[in-house]
């Protein structure tokens, strides 16, 4: 009996080393399976940046042309639009448009429900959400602190720029735009995008 107790002493090392080399091995699971959960979790918040900020973009668009079909629309008070050579600003943070004077009643009727319509859009008061508890509806805004700038670009040739401004999510290079400038910070957080309005004239014929 002595003999064979000598013979299996020997084993109990080699279990507890192969006991040691299992649980390096369960830790260094561990560990990488930690390391893939936050490569996940990053690309999981970047994918969700990213399609936070195309959201806004085609928001932005949408309005850029809403506003653009509007002063097409109502051309012969233009200038209305743009408070003349003063530019208008709509939007967070900006007052009330002023009243158009210009052109007919109807025109200047029309032209003060554009700017007021377009203003309404822009801090999201006409997109609604009513929450789960069932209470009142709330405004969820089309972007993050969204601006609308209209200004005379050369009031000869009757040439009108309209630009949305709005707040992005991630540094990148300021745009040359200045609607919202210096309004959110950081101005290389600042978005905006614009477009440029000639009306045109008809020609008399002799």
């Known amino acids: 009996m002595t003999h064979r107790t000598s013979r299996l002493r020997p084993s ?4 507890r080393e192969q006991g040691g080399f299992l649980l390096i091995e369960v830790l260094v699971a561990v560990v990488i399976l930690l390391v893939a959960l936050l490569g996940t979790a990053g690309l999981v918040t970047r ?7 195309s959201y806004q973009r085609v928001q932005a668009l949408a309005l850029l042309q ?5 002063i097409n629309a109502n051309r012969q008070v233009a200038t209305c639009y743009a408070n003349g050579a003063n ?35 822009l801090l999201g008061s006409a997109e609604l959400r009513t929450d789960a508890s069932g209470g009142a509806a709330q405004p969820v805004g089309a972007m993050i602190g969204a601006r609308g700038c209209i200004e005379t670009v ?24 200045g ?12 978005r905006a995008v614009s477009t440029q309005i000639r009306i045109g004239t008809l020609g008399t014929v002799s």
Do not use: F, H, I
């Not at 994918?47 to 900020?53: D, L, N, P, R, W």
């Open 66 to 70: 809403d506003m653009a079909a509007r």
């Open 12 to 15: 109990l090392p080699v279990r």
């Open 87 to 121: 530019g208008v600003l709509l939007g967070t943070t900006a007052a009330p448009p002023a009243a158009c004077v210009q052109g007919t009643a109807a025109q200047q009727a029309t032209a003060n429900a554009d700017l007021l319509a377009w203003n309404t859009a």
């Open 47 to 53: 994918s969700g940046q990213t399609e936070m900020e």
């Open 154 to 177: 050369d009031a000869v040739n009757q040439v009108y720029r309209v630009t949305v401004a709005w707040q992005g999510l991630a540094t990148t290079g300021a745009p040359a735009l």
């Open 179 to 190: 609607c919202g400038k210096d309004q959110y910070g950081n101005d290389a957080y600042r």
